[in-house]
Every structure is written in structure tokens, then in C-alpha cells.
């Protein structure tokens, strides 16, 4: 889309392909300026894009292995950002299907990532409310000790399950 102010980026954009300004660069600091003249067309402002990693797991809980979670939100951060205190190191999320299977995708390669599982429902679209402890990988409790993942582009880390425990009422 274009800001308004001379810039244009590929964002939003499923499938997984990794969002990009023009011309091919991660940032609008580090993006070309384009002209445009109302009501004239400005062609050549074109786009490779390029498919981000994936991470993928399934979440079961604690007490009862057998029994896989849906409704689980399952979210990705850049690794060495608290995700408490930076907007800007939230990478992507995904909500865990009948089977309590995920899929986050389009996460560059660029970084490596921690992610978190909550139930509690809140800002995560499908997500389901209901009485887990939040987790982060590889079954701590904080991000600060939550194991580190790499993504290859195209490709997809699997294997990060979570095994969920139910909290106190």
C-alpha cells in the first residue's frame, strides 16, 4: 500500500511471504521514495516476495495428554526484546485448532524468536478464554529463560509443543 508520504510497502499479505518496502528493503527508514502525479499511473514499482519461516507445535494438556487444546493462542516474539516493554518485538500469532495443532508463519530469518502460550483469549482472534497457565518455550515461566528458535526461510521449525497445566480458582 502506499503511506501517503512517498513510500510504498507489501504487508498483510498471506501465505506467509515476509512484508517488504519498496525497493526490497525491511523498513520504511531504509525504503525509496516514490513520486506519483494524481491521475497518472506510476508502473515499475514492483515486488519479489519472499517466504518467511515457520514454527509450528501442537499444545496438550498436563493432566491429560491425550487430550489436545484448541482455542490456545500461540504468539512469536523477536528473542531478546521483552515483550512487555516493546510493541515492536511481536512477530506474529496463531490460535490452535481442534486437533491443538499451530502454525506461526511469515517470521524472518533475520531473527530468532520466543514464543508464548495463553489462554486467556485476549486480542487473539479465535483464541478461547479458558483456566491455563501461560508458558513460554520450553515450559518456564518467563521470557527471560524461554528457549531461543530459528527460522530458515521457506522452512519451519517444528516439534515446539507446550504441555499446559490448569491454573488455581
Known amino acids: 500500500g502506499f503511506n501517503g508520504s512517498g513510500f510504498c510497502n507489501a504487508s498483510g499479505i498471506t501465505g506467509g511471504y515476509l512484508g517488504q518496502w519498496y525497493d526490497n528493503v525491511s523498513?520504511?527508514?531504509e525504503a525509496m521514495p516514490v513520486s506519483v502525479t494524481s491521475g497518472t499511473p506510476h508502473t515499475g514499482i514492483n515486488a519479489a516476495?519472499?517466504?518467511?519461516?515457520?514454527i509450528s507445535g501442537?499444545?496438550?494438556d498436563t493432566?491429560?495428554?491425550a487430550n489436545d487444546l484448541s482455542g490456545i493462542c500461540v504468539r512469536a516474539y523477536v528473542a531478546?526484546?521483552?515483550?512487555?516493554d516493546s510493541p515492536g518485538s511481536f512477530a506474529g500469532q496463531a490460535v490452535t485448532?481442534?486437533?491443538g495443532t499451530y502454525i506461526l508463519s511469515g517470521l524472518s530469518p533475520s531473527d530468532d524468536y520466543n514464543v508464548r502460550f495463553d489462554s486467556q483469549g485476549f486480542g487473539c482472534v479465535g483464541g478461547v478464554a479458558s483456566?491455563?497457565?501461560?508458558?513460554?518455550y520450553d515450559n518456564v515461566s518467563s521470557q527471560s529463560i524461554a528457549t531461543w528458535l530459528v527460522v530458515a526461510?521457506?522452512?519451519?521449525h517444528g516439534g515446539v509443543n507446550a504441555a499446559m497445566a490448569t491454573g488455581g480458582q
Open 27 to 29: 523498513t520504511e527508514a
Open 49 to 54: 516476495m519472499v517466504v518467511g519461516g515457520q
Open 58 to 60: 501442537i499444545v496438550k
Open 63 to 65: 493432566a491429560t495428554p
Open 80 to 84: 531478546g526484546i521483552p515483550a512487555a
Open 97 to 99: 485448532d481442534s486437533t
Open 131 to 136: 483456566n491455563y497457565l501461560t508458558q513460554w
Open 153 to 156: 526461510s521457506g522452512g519451519t
